[in-house]
């Protein structure tokens, strides 16, 4: 098992094979800085994705002992004591060794790990060619991209007390895929900081990447309140953040307040959540009182849908309303032969027969905007999310859920990667709404799509809507505020 190097003219390497991308010097800086401020008497450094040692130089400036390995050598003359090793197979080694010799687990001694570990995603063939040997070296926390899987051994590997600075990719404070490596850090690990990154941070690289600086110490006996900061706009203003951070200028919140801890949640880290916000979602969830499903997944849209009514296709199919609220007519034609395909064809699935045809809500899957439409009795529907219901919940729910609130109860809370799946949505906290709280969403979400249908504005709706929404949660002017905020810089800040 190991990782082979690929080289392309720009940079002498390929970066999204390798995963890797230049931390800015301010970062580098600032992540040094905190981890030894909160643990001042270590003396070994390990970065094992060690780049061009961009992570170091504060350590090699206060004379700390420091390896580094990586699988490619990206220059000629290391500072640090390097080897060019594959970090994977460096911890599948050391858990082979400790399992020879009947420990537990293998640990090393080093007091601190630093690391901007390798964003690739699940496609790499690095993981497709190795899937059985790290399914079994990563049985608790599963297999699902490179960052994950560094940040897993690096815990495993650390010793008690050891302090471990990262700047990586977020998407495992939401994903459901990565639940277990949120319980991990939950049970083994301290959190002192989550600061999340500007979006504009790597776009001098040509990347567009979502990342956040998270510092965990090995042992939970060292937990107290928790440095947590959303996304600032710019690199500009994260400069000036962080200087403010390191000389205690922050904001804390205590552990339990940045986890979402309910039955229906996966241990979700969510980040600078108002309490008016967090208790919402103690109410009921959609999930609770409605079906909230996917539907067919063709496998190959173009031999099986058409734009247009013709032949064969000529069953309506609503694929995903994308930004279109209240109203859309983003639907295509799916061939007659559909239920015939599901059974002779492998990767032509119709999931939930029982609910095709019925009415009631399509909701967007892909894109930052979260949207919802009609829809219509009679129709089938893609992967995304569909809430089936009749009209007498149907227009107050298709209000609730074009909210403002709700956009960020899913953006900002929920999920804050891309994919927006069924079983997100089924999660939405309900209101407790009286009947007539209901009805004038439902007139409000009428007529709000009759004018979408023809194309006319709908913004006076939309706002009626906000306004009863925010009554009906009972959160403060500062919640509507910061709902407000974010949802004008929605981009920026998910």
Known sequence: MGRHTKVLEKDNFDKRELGYYYTPDFIASYISKRVMKLHPNGEKVLDPCV??????????????????????SYKSDYTCHFKQKDFITYYADKQQQAQSESQIKATIDYDYFIANPPYNCHEVNYIRDNKKALQELFKDVGVHNMYSMFISAMIDLAKEGAMIGLITYDSFFTAKAHTNLRKKILAECTIHEITMCPNDLFHEQDADVRTSIVILQKGKQFQQDVVVHNRPFSSKDFKA??????????TTYPLESIILHGKKDNLEFIIDCPDDIRRLFSNQRIQDEFKCITGISTGNDR??????????????????????????????????????FDKEIKNFLVRNKSLLFKPGISCSSMGVQFTACRLPVNVTYGVNANIICEDDDAWWLLAYLNSELVSYLVRGILIRSNMITSGYVARIPLLSMTKSDKDVLANLAYDAYELAKKKKPYEQQLTEINDIIHDVANISQQTIKTIKTFNQHIIQNT
């Open 303 to 340: 031999l099986y849908i058409s734009k247009e009514k013709k032949g064969d296709f000529s069953i309506p199919f609503y694929k995903n309303p994308g930004k279109n609220r209240f109203y859309t007519d983003n639907f295509l034609y799916l061939h007659e032969d559909f239920l015939t």
């Open 241 to 250: 953040q962080l200087d403010l951070q390191l000389i205690n200028q922050t």
């Open 51 to 72: 780049g061009q040692e961009e992570l170091l130089e504060e350590f090699f400036n206060h004379r700390k002992e420091v390896d580094g390995m990586d699988v490619f």
